[in-house]
Nanobody, 123 residues
Framework: QVQLVESGGGLVQPGGSLRLSCVASGFTLDDGGIGWFRQAPGKKREGVSWIRNSDGATGYADSVKGRFTISRDKAKNTVYLQMNNLKPEDTANYYC????????????????WGQGTQVTVSS
């Protein structure tokens, strides 16, 4: 069975940094890829970033470009999201998800989802 487990969320001040982790089981990081998504109260789920398992190609939402970096460690079957210069608008529950095929920022592309980890940016 496929499982995705996020960790690393917490409370941080504006301008601070956080690194999220997504540990995958039931599959290896060989095909398709992993995406990071977030959902704040009263808002729709939005794509943040993605990474292709085969070659490490990446994509980002405009709102996080230059601040967030996605990476992977295939030996650990783990994908990371390094979040720098955090803003209050980044506050949300963050989810990782797996796609077996096409990648992008649309949630419909992803079939398997983790449980989420809360990120709160507040002064």
């Amino acid at each position: 069975q496929v499982q995705l487990v996020e960790s690393g969320g917490g409370l941080v001040q504006p301008g601070g940094s956080l690194r999220l982790s997504c540990v995958a089981s039931g599959f290896t990081l060989d095909d398709g890829g992993i995406g990071w998504f977030r959902q704040a109260p009263g808002k729709k789920r939005e794509g943040v970033s993605w990474i292709r398992n085969s070659d490490g190609a990446t994509g980002y939402a405009d709102s996080v470009k230059g601040r967030f970096t996605i990476s992977r460690d295939k030996a650990k079957n783990t994908v990371y999201l390094q979040m720098n210069n955090l803003k209050p608008e980044d506050t949300a529950n963050y989810y990782c998800a797996r796609s077996r095929g096409l990648l992008g920022l649309a949630p419909v592309l992803y079939a398997y989802w983790g449980q989420g980890t809360q990120v709160t940016v507040s002064s």
